[in-house]
């Protein structure tokens, strides 16, 4: 396993964005204020539920690649950090188009809010990308199985947004009200999310080549 202060690190930069407003956040907070909260926390199980497929796959595929060629998986973090430090700049750069997607209505669906909460995570592709470019970047070769270690911290991570969107689910009101009302807490949300990504992308670079 990486040692304490990588895992840390990981833990702080992991926390960060998942308190951050994002597709998950929104589509939980969407259900809430429509279904309640049951349907909002039955939202939540199925996009965590959806993410540990991502985390498994995404396991799967780092720990092949290394047995493969160590060159490649040096590769994949390079381009891992360059993606960070696109999606923070990509953050900071842009405005609150994708906040304001709460206050629109989730249209009525046949099934269970569960279910449907799996296969929505399940079929976004930016949620595997994402575990693809972030993980990586806190393994550490020498310190046991790639496949075991990404699996830990990729269970820490998709743990992380479930909490988060529980809460988001039992308070539903109050957090879309304060999304909706106070444009200051919607630019430090997303400068802070900004500045993590960039910062981690950078970090890695750096230290690849001390």
Same mark, same amino acid.
């Given at each position: ?6 895992? !840390? ?22 259900? =809430?204020?429509?279904? @309640?909260?049951?349907? !909002? ?16 796959? &995404?396991?799967? @595929?780092? #720990?092949?690649?290394? $047995?493969? =060629? ?11 950090? &360059?993606?960070?430090?696109?999606? @923070?700049?990509?953050?900071?750069? #842009? ?49 046991? /199985? ?23 689910? =039992?308070? &539903? ?8 009302? /106070? !444009? ?8 802070? /999310?900004?500045?993590? $990504? ?8 750096? &230290?690849?080549?001390?």
């Amino acid at each position: 396993m990486p040692d304490l202060a990588t895992l !840390g690190l990981f833990f702080t930069a992991a926390f960060v964005l998942s308190i951050t407003p994002g597709p998950g956040i929104l589509y939980t907070l969407a259900r =809430s204020l429509n279904g @309640g909260k049951s349907e !909002g926390i039955s939202s939540a199980l199925g996009l965590f539920v959806g993410g540990l497929v991502h985390v498994f796959a &995404a396991a799967v @595929g780092i #720990s092949s690649l290394l $047995m493969t =060629s160590a060159v490649a998986f040096t590769l994949v973090k390079y381009a891992g950090a &360059a993606y960070l430090i696109y999606l @923070g700049l990509k953050t900071l750069l #842009s405005r609150d188009k994708l906040l304001v997607k709460a206050d629109a209505a989730v249209p009525p669906q046949r099934g269970s809010a569960f279910y449907q909460g799996v296969i929505t995570e399940v079929l976004n592709p930016k949620t595997a990308l994402f575990f693809l470019a972030f993980i990586p970047q806190f393994i550490n070769v020498e310190s046991g /199985s790639v496949f075991t270690q990404f699996l830990v911290l990729g269970l820490i991570t998709d743990f992380l947004n479930l909490a988060v969107d529980v809460f988001v689910a =039992s308070f &539903a009101g109050p957090i879309g009200q304060k999304l909706r009302a /106070s !444009g200051s807490f919607r630019r430090g949300q997303r400068i802070t /999310s900004g500045c993590t $990504m960039i910062g981690l992308g950078a970090y890695v670079a750096i &230290a690849d080549q001390n």
